[in-house]
């Protein structure tokens, strides 16, 4: 019974329903000349419905609908370009995975409209990430599957159609990618099984992280450095404004191995690292002291007797950085080799850092560097951070994407870390930080995303860009339907 009631309401506003879409699809819906957008360059919901309602009747088909939306388009481009032009910060950017669901009419312009809404005039879109690329099937020749692998879509890029679709809108649209995480079904082929990084147990990231989802790779492997310029060069061709580059670090343990302590937690044992270590070393004694320390994780007398009796011809062990001069009781020296060992590992983070960045700015292509404020800071008396993130040693010339994701209850932790990375910077202006948040509300002790820019604009005026992480999180409705390919 009730159901027959409810079909005898419902019928009547469906007829209705389809006759006002009718209505619509042919009405012209005018734009007002001067929107208005508030202080975070943001277009008010009247505007933004509207907008939206054209998207829809553009992607029905309707001729009068798509030259309206395109022309709607360019007003809000315009006007977000002279309202950041005006505005304190000059670049308000936000980080953005695309899914395979995005090949559906219209998903892409959706996304980037309502980025364009909330004020962004620049997007990170992740085009390597968890052991995949956004690159179509039929011109993917990298070691990584495509996002996209679905029967039909074979050739659809829809990294270059948001590259396209977000400069029409005025966007810079950057590229973003994973770097020394090569992705777990990367870590399953039996081929590179020699690239990945290992430690002093044998273990590689996937057996010490357990999530399935990291797979850090010897930044020293030449077959590394071959495998992420093919993939490099694929996301070049498009010509993106930007490449962003995440997880230039090892992996970070949980508890006690979140600190490296002893050589054996660094990941320096795959044999590309290993046979570097051992090239720096400057005579046959620091070679084979060198060789003895990684092998048993420490020294003690007999290996320094053995030492001298097998090299009797030199005078003192040598390595790189470290003097003749130097003390060679066997404390200095363990402590000397501890030191040189976790240089060695940092060295290898920034030597891939350089070696991929290099490759952009031969195009003429602006690179970054995505790193946490806190990745190299020392530990205790002689222990440091696990992930060796030496972030203060990357080039000056790139943005430095820092996560400022400090939890205090209010922006003051965040803005600490904001100034620590300034400090080490020359210029200032290359710190972009990166934050994390909800608009207009707190979640639990992290402030809201207003709360923390004006904190950073009061205390750290040299900074002009800020990115937030991410659209998932502000967009979680339209995320979920992406990734499911619902309505």
């Not at 870390?417 to 300034?422: A, C, D, E, G, S």
């Not at 904190?455 to 750290?460: C, E, L, V």
Request: charged share 20%; hydrophobic share 35%; aromatic share 10%.
């Amino acid at each position: 019974m009730l159901k027959n009631s409810w079909s005898k309401i419902t019928m009547p506003m469906a007829r209705c329903a389809i006759a006002l879409i009718s209505f619509v699809s042919q009405t012209v819906i005018p734009f007002p000349a001067n929107a208005i957008t508030n202080s975070y360059c943001q277009f008010e919901q009247n505007e933004i419905t509207t907008k939206e309602t054209l998207r829809q009747n553009a992607i029905a088909g309707n001729p009068t609908a798509q030259e309206q939306y395109k022309k709607v388009i360019q007003q809000h481009r315009d006007m977000l370009i002279n309202c950041r032009r005006n505005n304190w910060l000059k670049e308000q950017a936000i980080w953005l995975r695309i899914y395979p669901c995005d090949v559906r009419d219209g998903s892409i312009d959706k996304v980037l409209d309502t980025i364009v809404n909330k004020g962004y005039n620049t997007v990170y879109v992740e085009v390597f990430f968890d052991g995949q690329v956004l690159l179509p099937k039929n011109g993917n020749y990298t070691p990584w599957p495509s996002v996209v692998d679905m029967a039909g879509y074979e050739n659809r890029d829809l990294y270059a159609e948001t590259l396209q679709k977000g400069r029409e809108r005025g966007l810079k649209v950057y590229a973003w990618l994973f770097s020394m995480n090569f992705g777990y079904l990367y870590a399953q082929r039996s081929d590179r099984q020699n690239v990945l990084a290992r430690n002093g147990k044998g273990q590689t990231s996937v057996d010490f992280v357990h999530d399935k989802s990291q797979a850090f790779i010897d930044p020293y492997s030449p077959q590394a450095r071959q495998d992420y310029t093919q993939l490099l060069q694929a996301v070049l061709q498009r010509r993106p404004d930007g490449v962003l580059f995440d997880y230039i670090r090892y992996p970070r343990g949980s508890g006690k191995d979140s600190v490296v302590g002893k050589v054996k937690d660094l990941w320096i044992y795959s044999e590309a690292s290993k046979q570097t270590l051992l090239k720096r070393a400057q005579n046959k004694q620091g070679r084979w002291l060198l060789e003895r320390y990684i092998n048993q994780g420490m020294i003690n007398a007999n290996d320094i007797a053995q030492m001298k009796n097998l090299y009797s011809d030199e005078k003192t062990p040598l390595w790189q950085g470290k003097s003749p001069s130097a003390s060679n009781n066997l404390s200095t020296l363990q402590l000397d080799i501890w030191y040189f060992t976790v240089a060695h590992a940092a060295q290898g983070v920034i030597d891939f850092l350089e070696f991929s960045s290099n490759q952009v700015k031969q195009r003429g292509i602006t690179t970054g560097a995505v790193f946490f404020p806190d990745g190299n800071q020392v530990v205790g008396d002689i222990g440091f951070d696990s992930r060796l993130q030496p972030w203060d040693s990357f080039s000056q010339s790139m943005e430095w994407h820092v996560m400022s994701y400090a939890l205090c209850g209010n922006p003051n932790c965040i803005v600490e870390q904001v100034k620590r990375v300034l400090q080490a910077s020359s210029q200032g202006s290359n710190v972009k930080p990166v934050l994390a948040g909800f608009w207009g509300k707190n979640e639990g002790q992290r402030p809201s995303l207003e709360s923390q820019m004006e904190g950073i604009r009061a205390s750290a005026r040299s900074v002009q860009s800020i990115s937030h992480f991410a659209y998932s999180w502000l967009e979680v409705e339209n995320t979920r339907q992406r990734q499911s390919c619902s309505n």
